[in-house]
């Protein structure tokens, strides 16, 4: 499996602005310099994550965007969805597909089962549990530097 790179870096974004104040922005060029993603390119995420109630701009010229919510009550489900419409790619277990093997297919039941344990567990991580593992790695990398006589 796979996850497309609207959803990477619409994660990465996410992280970004979960780093900064809850009641400031962050500019849109600064979340681009420090996530290595092309202006242009994050146009479409920033605009997929305010289509969703994500993020919003802040009030004022040159402002940025900042989270809708706590970074807490934002899990990593709920970033995947705004950029796609379901998890796994099977046909047979979308509820509106009609298959001849449903009732005797042990791989549908596999693929049901897989799906559902990977959106709980998407669900059972919040953005603030990702803001703080990127801290404790920039504080790491930070401490390697450290040059002691």
């Not at 849109?28 to 289509?51: F, R």
């Not at 991580?125 to 801290?135: E, G, K, N, P, T």
Request: charged share 25%; with cysteine.
């Amino acid at each position: 499996m796979r996850f497309n790179t609207k959803v990477r870096y619409g994660l990465r974004t996410m992280i970004e602005l979960a780093l900064i104040n809850e009641n400031i922005g962050t500019l849109q060029k600064n979340i681009a310099k420090n996530q290595e993603i092309s202006d242009k390119y994050l146009d479409h995420i920033i605009a997929s994550l305010k289509v969703s109630g994500l993020i919003k701009n802040v009030k004022g010229k040159k402002s940025g965007y900042k989270l809708t919510k706590r970074s807490e009550e934002i899990n990593v489900f709920e970033i995947f969805s705004a950029f796609e419409s379901n998890l796994l790619g099977p046909d047979c277990i979308e509820s509106d597909m009609a298959c001849q093997r449903s009732e005797k297919c042990a791989a549908k039941v596999f693929w049901s089962n897989f799906n559902t344990a990977m959106i709980d567990f998407l669900k059972s991580v919040s953005l603030r549990d990702l803001a703080y593992q990127q801290i404790n790695i920039i504080e790491n990398k930070n401490v390697e530097k450290m040059f002691y006589i």
